[in-house]
């Protein structure tokens, strides 16, 4: 036990060690940011605490260090004055303010064995904020402005959608952003017409075949892409999505019959035991002593199965309206099975195993259709559509 609690110590020590270390190899590195992260983590948990000391020592060197170098950064961005740079001064910026926000609770910080409290010295950078963000809105509205309207292709539309969605995120209500985001959002959706088609020779259930082109059940519109199964007349669609069935077999009815014999001992009752002299045998006690009877019993189990089997094969075929060309096809099939059992005897049912008594509880039921069994393989035939929708692309 008093090893056991040494090690405790020892092992937290350890950690703690570790810790230090890393945040050491982060600044040595030049990875200020995470170096200045580890030490405002473990000072966060207790700034007094004597393990962590060092990590005060390693938060005043990193944010120094960090500081300078950014504030060059800036300035060499600045001097070369390119209008491409305004985001990565404004996020410069943003960064050293929210170190010193991260800093300043935990302030004063003693540093014991030099007898001082660490320096930190912070500067206001709000206004510079405020004009690069200023800058940078105009710089990203002019640009994304343009893009969207001499788009080329829907990814160009997308970008500037992009654009303006980060510009909302950091000014937002920026002149009319939320307007433009609308339009490059509706300019840069693929509509995808859906059809379902029957070159079988069998009739695909209307209920199968309504519910095959309700995608709103599917879940599969993404912020890129809308599957409209109902062409609406205004919409110019950019793609074709076929569902086509190209092979419906149905299995005959089968009704097939299996005999089984079982045959089992039971208790039958019971005797007295007896001497060799025909005397009652008593136990102990003074009670007669019972010996169990047992007999054979026999039954006849007749099982009748009902099969029918139903299998659904085909294609989802994706085409591209523009080129008029085949995109992709992809393989599509389903089975569904139905199976009833049902059994009567002949005989005495305590000769049966458990696994067949259930049976004789079941009648023989109706087979389905032909357009239910297809119905219920069309079940499965969504899922498998489904999967086939999530994992294709466009582009």
């Not at 300035?75 to 410069?92: M, P, Q, R, T, V």
């Not at 008029?324 to 009567?344: C, D, G, M, R, V």
Request: charged share 30%; aromatic share 10%; hydrophobic share 35%.
């Amino acid at each position: 036990m008093k090893k056991m609690i040494l090690l405790v110590p020892i092992l937290v020590l350890l950690i703690a060690c570790g810790g230090v270390k890393k945040t050491q190899k982060a600044l040595n590195a030049g990875d200020y940011s995470n170096a200045i992260n580890n030490a405002l983590q473990n000072l966060a948990e207790n700034k007094t605490k004597k393990s962590h000391q060092p990590y005060i020592v390693l938060l005043e060197d990193a944010f120094k260090k960090n500081t300078e170098r950014e504030l060059k950064y800036i300035a060499f961005l600045e001097k070369d004055g390119n209008e491409a740079s305004y985001e990565d001064i404004y996020k410069s910026y943003v960064s050293l303010r929210d170190i010193q926000e991260r800093i300043r609770p935990l302030l004063p910080l003693r540093i014991t064995e030099e007898n001082r409290d660490a320096e930190f010295s912070f500067s206001n950078y709000e206004n510079d904020i405020i004009d690069y963000k200023e800058d940078l809105s105009e710089y990203l509205f002019d640009n994304a402005e343009d893009l969207l309207t001499n788009a080329v292709t829907k990814r160009d539309y997308r970008k500037a959608y992009n654009d303006f969605v980060y510009l909302e995120e950091i000014n937002p209500g920026f002149e009319d952003t939320r307007q433009k985001i609308e339009e490059a959002h509706e300019k840069g959706i693929d509509y995808v017409e859906v059809q379902v088609l029957n070159n079988s020779n069998q009739i695909i259930p209307v209920r199968l075949s309504e519910e095959l082109l309700n995608f709103n059940t599917f879940g599969l519109d993404d912020l890129w892409t809308k599957y409209h199964s109902n062409p609406v007349s205004n919409i110019k669609y950019d793609y074709g999505m076929q569902v086509s069935f190209n092979q419906i077999d149905i299995s005959p009815e089968q009704l097939s019959e299996k005999e089984i014999i079982r045959e089992k001992q039971i208790k039958d009752g019971y005797k007295y035991a007896t001497d060799s002299n025909g005397n009652v045998v008593k136990d102990s006690l003074g009670n007669k002593i019972k010996i169990d009877k047992f007999k054979t019993v026999r039954c006849r189990f007749n099982q009748f199965t009902q099969f029918k089997s139903a299998r659904v094969a085909g294609n989802v075929i994706y085409l591209d309206f523009k080129t008029k060309q085949q995109l992709n096809s992809y393989p599509l099939a389903s089975e569904f099975i139905f199976e009833h059992i049902y059994a009567n005897i002949d005989g005495d049912k305590r000769a049966l195993d458990n696994d067949l008594r259930p049976y004789l509880d079941q009648v023989a039921i109706p087979f389905p259709t032909n357009e239910q069994m297809v119905y219920d393989a069309g079940e499965d035939l969504k899922a498998r559509i489904k999967s086939i929708v999530g994992r294709h692309r466009f582009n």
